[in-house]
C-alpha cells in the first residue's frame, strides 16, 4: 500500500497528473526516513526537517506532522515493514502550468515503502568516491524535489565506478551528492557548516553528538579539496549510507586505503544507537 494525502490505497491506484508541480518545476520538498526493526529512526528530527522545507519554500502541508507521523507509522504496519526505507514527498499541487503559484491548489502528499537490507559492504569495507563541482542552487539546506545537480554528480560518480561524488564549489569541499561529509586529522572532526550551502543531514546531526558524547573534538567549518587529500580519514553520513568510511577519491586512497579508526568507533556507537 501507499498513502496520498491521507488515504492508504494501493500503488496501482496512484495517478500523477501531467500537471502536477512536481512533476512539471521539482516544485516541492522530500524526505527518506530509515525503518529499523519496524520503527522509523529520528522520526521527530526528520518531520522537522520536512516541515522547515515546507515553510522555506512556501507550501502549505495537507495536514499536521503528527497527523503525518501516524499516517507514515499506519503505512508501515500495513506494509509489514521491518528494514528498509520511506519515501514522502510534497509537491505545490495541480494547477495549469505557470511559474508562480497557483490561486487555488492543495498540496499532494505521497509516502511509501522500499524494503532494503542496510548496506554492510560499504559501511564495513567504505567506498570510493570521485571530485566534482557543485553545479547546484544556492538553497541545498531545502530538501528540494529539484535533483538534477546531484543526479548528474552520482552518475559521474557511477560511471568511473564510484558510490558518490563529493562536491565542491571552487575547491571547498561542501558535501556528498546525496551525503554529508566529513574528515579526520589529527583526530578532529570538521564538517562544513550548516548553512544554505548543504543539507542539514540528521545523520550529521548524530555524528555530532555521538563525538560530542565520545569526547572527538568537531569543528563546523569549511576544508578544501587539499584539506581532504592530507586527511587522516574521510567519511560521508547519511539515512540510507549511515556512516561510511571513504577509502578513495578520484585517484588516490585516504589514508592507508583502509577505514580508519575514528569512524569505527563512530559507527560502533552509532549501532548502539539502532
Ligand atoms: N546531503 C544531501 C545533498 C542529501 O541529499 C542527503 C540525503 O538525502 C544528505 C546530505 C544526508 O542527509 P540525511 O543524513 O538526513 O539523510
Known amino acids: 500500500m501507499i498513502l496520498i494525502d491521507d488515504q492508504l490505497t494501493k500503488r496501482e491506484n496512484a495517478h500523477i497528473d501531467i500537471e502536477d508541480r512536481g512533476y512539471q518545476f521539482g516544485d516541492g520538498i522530500y524526505e527518506v526516513f530509515r525503518v529499523y526493526n519496524g520503527k522509523v529512526f529520528r522520526m521527530q528530527d526528520h518531520l522537522d526537517r520536512f516541515q522547515r522545507s515546507a515553510d522555506e519554500i512556501g507550501l502549505q502541508l495537507p495536514y499536521g506532522?503528527?497527523?503525518?507521523?501516524?499516517?507514515?507509522?499506519?503505512?508501515?504496519?500495513?506494509?509489514?515493514?521491518?528494514?528498509?526505507n520511506v519515501y514522502l514527498q510534497a509537491s505545490r499541487g495541480v494547477a495549469p502550468r505557470s511559474h508562480p503559484f497557483p490561486e487555488?491548489?492543495?498540496?499532494?502528499?505521497?509516502?511509501?515503502?522500499?524494503?532494503?537490507?542496510?548496506?554492510?559492504?560499504?559501511?564495513?569495507?567504505?567506498?570510493?568516491?570521485?571530485?566534482?563541482?557543485?553545479?547546484?542552487?544556492?538553497?541545498?539546506d531545502i530538501k528540494s524535489l529539484n535533483l538534477l545537480g546531484a543526479v548528474l554528480a552520482k552518475q559521474k560518480a557511477k560511471e568511473h565506478g564510484c558510490q558518490e561524488a563529493i562536491l565542491h564549489r571552487d575547491g571547498t569541499v561542501t558535501e556528498g551528492s546525496s551525503t554529508n561529509v566529513f574528515l579526520v586529522k589529527d583526530g578532529q572532526l570538521i564538517t562544513h557548516p550548516a548553512n544554505n550551502l548543504i543539507l542539514h543531514g540528521i545523520t550529521r546531526l548524530v555524528v555530532l553528538e555521538l563525538a560530542e558524547e565520545l569526547g572527538i573534538p568537531v569543528k563546523e567549518e569549511t576544508f578544501t579539496l587539499e584539506d581532504l587529500r592530507k586527511a587522516d580519514e574521510v567519511f560521508i553520513t547519511g539515512t540510507t549510507v549511515e556512516i561510511s568510511p571513504v577509502v578513495q577519491i578520484d585517484d588516490y586512497h585516504v589514508g592507508d586505503g583502509k577505514p580508519g579508526p575514528v569512524v569505527h568507533r563512530l559507527q560502533e556507537a552509532f549501532e548502539k544507537q539502532i
Do not use: H, K, M
Not at 506532522?65 to 507509522?73: A, H, K, M
Not at 505521497?110 to 542552487?137: F, K, M, Q, S
Open 65 to 84: 506532522l503528527d497527523r503525518l507521523q501516524s499516517f507514515l507509522e499506519q503505512l508501515i504496519e500495513t506494509n509489514g515493514l521491518s528494514e528498509g
Open 104 to 140: 487555488e491548489s492543495r498540496s499532494v502528499l505521497v509516502a511509501y515503502t522500499i524494503e532494503g537490507e542496510r548496506p554492510l559492504e560499504y559501511i564495513r569495507n567504505g567506498i570510493r568516491t570521485i571530485t566534482e563541482a557543485d553545479i547546484r542552487w544556492l538553497r541545498c
